[in-house]
């Protein structure tokens, strides 16, 4: 039991009964609780009131009401990506650029232990993923392809990901030998293209991961940006990709994407659907939420699709997850 777990006289105290919900939930992985515990620990906050959120393999998020706080926790194989991810928002913080900053009452900007690593964030209304205003973030966008880059700004790569993942996926026990290879050649032939279109483009400072579900209202209603863990430093229309992405292959509406567009501004547009067709490789063979239930049955069927067009439908059902730990019947 950690010092941090202890009334107000010392005594220590019986630990919250919300395990119990938390081993039921489909999408837990084991780590979590000692994890957050170890954060808390490392962060000299008190262990109660903290309601699981969601993981992702390496990756969970706690949140406490009481303490307006929302916490990320990533197991070792994900510290140095959070410890990024921090570094840019602590930077970001000192900019005009829409997004939310690391938690003020937490002095240390990251904490760390053998359970890995955690960031604290004050705890801000999530926006519904219909309710994010297109234009908002179009011109959210434009203004981070026209800010100075971070310092420190990863290159964006996406020559390195596509082969790690495929290199992954050639490793996990159900994927067929010939899904790899539809996979490696599909690889190949839209890494071609890429290469051909960002040869000679202007790079910029990029989000790297902007979708209305990485958006947030602050307490005065503003809609900001959150999660930088893929901000990188690479050609403009790949921020734009993810919501045509959406459109082609998971049936959001096309006026959201019209939307979108009127807010940003010029693009490229030949650019732009090169980008379209690597972000869909991205997702086809992502794998960083390789351990979530239906993620051999999707590597199959976007592999197989790729450079259709976008006629098939990769729409995926998801574990629902609540706050309290619990995984509501479907």
């Avoid at 082609?248 to 090169?274: F, I």
């Avoid at 086809?284 to 439908?313: C, E, I, K």
Wanted: glycine share 10%.
């Amino acid at each position: 039991m950690s010092d941090n777990h202890r009334d107000e006289s010392g005594a220590p105290m019986e630990k919250p009964p919300v395990s119990e919900s938390w081993t039921s939930c489909d999408t837990f992985a084991g780590w979590e609780p000692n994890a957050l515990e170890g954060a808390l620990a490392a962060a000299g906050l008190p262990l109660d009131g903290w309601e699981f959120g969601r993981t992702g393999g390496h990756r969970t998020s706690f949140r406490s009401v009481d303490q307006g706080l929302f916490v990320k926790i990533s197991a070792p194989s994900g510290v140095d990506d959070l410890v990024y991810e921090s570094q840019i928002a602590a930077w970001l913080t000192d900019t005009d650029l829409p997004v939310i900053g690391l938690a003020r009452d937490v002095p240390e900007r990251v904490v760390e232990g053998d359970w890995g690593a955690a960031t604290f964030w004050p705890l801000v209304e999530a926006v519904p993923y219909n309710d994010v205003d297109m234009r908002w973030m179009g011109r959210a966008l434009a203004a981070f392809h026209h800010h100075e880059p971070a310092p420190g700004l990863r290159p964006w790569a996406p020559e390195h990901w596509s082969q790690h993942d495929i290199q992954v996926i050639r490793g996990l026990d159900g994927v067929a030998p010939e899904t790899c290879d539809v996979l490696q050649a599909e690889a190949d032939r839209i890494l071609g293209r890429a290469r051909e279109q960002t040869d000679t483009a202007r790079l910029v400072f990029l989000h790297g991961d902007a979708h209305a579900g990485n958006v947030v209202r602050s307490a005065k209603g503003a809609q900001l940006f959150c999660d930088f863990e893929l901000a990188q430093f690479g050609p403009a229309e790949w921020d734009l990709s993810l919501v045509p992405v959406r459109v082609r292959r998971l049936g959001m509406s096309k006026d959201r994407l019209d939307e979108l567009l009127e807010g940003y501004g010029p693009y490229d547009a030949e650019m732009l659907d090169a980008m379209i067709e690597l972000r869909e490789l991205r997702m086809a063979g992502g794998t960083r939420y390789a351990q979530r239930p239906n993620f051999l049955s999707q590597v199959a069927l976007r592999a197989s699709t790729l450079g259709d067009g976008g006629h098939a439908d990769w729409t995926a059902n998801f574990v629902s997850v609540a706050w309290d730990g619990s995984a509501p019947a479907t």
